[in-house]
């Protein structure tokens, strides 16, 4: 069964880089992985699929400080020039014979 | 622009049922599928149903099979969540998403969502 694994939190300076992680489980590293984003009291927003081979398609009006990569089973989110809004939840998601997958959710604080 | 604008929420006693629905605008409706995403209060995501574009096929989550029934109208553009004997931990907010049009089970736009409380 396939699984996504993200670290609960994450912190980053205002105007620094971050760069989060999504792990595929065991047998599933070719899957491409949706990042998924949620400010504070606010529904999701959909930022890119990145696919195994790291390129990525961001979303309608997502700049390009967001940015993804590929390594293995892991897909990465790097977000660059950290900005007060980029406070938020971050999810990732993909899906396995007609079901769909999210990962538990990686809390981004911007210090 | 993209617009997706569920209704229908509020607060139900366990075991009664309630009907959700989501309003789309700015694209054409009847040719995406779409899908039914809920979220627990300080939870994370989950994903509940999908429905083809054309009404043909629909998938569900094992914890509302049998309970819960997606439907669309494209003539309104509108999505349904039909949600019977429902539970406490049926309490979220439910969101509506958009399929990517290549790639069904991926989503890439999300409407605001709305609350369902069960509780006696």
Known sequence: ?111 | QVKLVESGGGVVQPGKSLRLSCSASGFAFSNYVMHWVRQAPGKGLEWVSVMWHDGSNEYYADSVKGRFTISRDNSKNTLYLEMDSLRAEDTAVYYCARGEMATIFYFDFWGQGALVSVSS
Not at chain 1, 10 to 33: D, E, F, P, R, Y
Not at chain 1, 63 to 89: M, V
């Open chain 1, 1 to 111: 069964q396939l699984v996504l694994t993200q670290s609960p939190s994450a912190s980053a300076s205002l105007g620094a880089s971050v760069k989060l992680t999504c792990t595929l489980s065991s047998g599933h590293s070719s899957s491409a992985i949706a990042w998924h984003q949620q400010q504070p009291e606010k529904g999701p927003r959909f930022l890119m699929k990145v696919n195994r081979d790291g390129s990525h398609n961001r979303g309608d009006g997502i700049p390009d400080r967001f940015s993804g990569s590929s390594s293995g089973a892991e897909r990465y989110l790097t977000i660059s020039s950290l900005q007060s809004e980029d406070e938020a939840d971050y999810y990732c998601q993909t899906w396995d014979t007609g079901n769909v997958i999210f990962g538990g959710g990686t809390k981004l604080i911007v210090l």
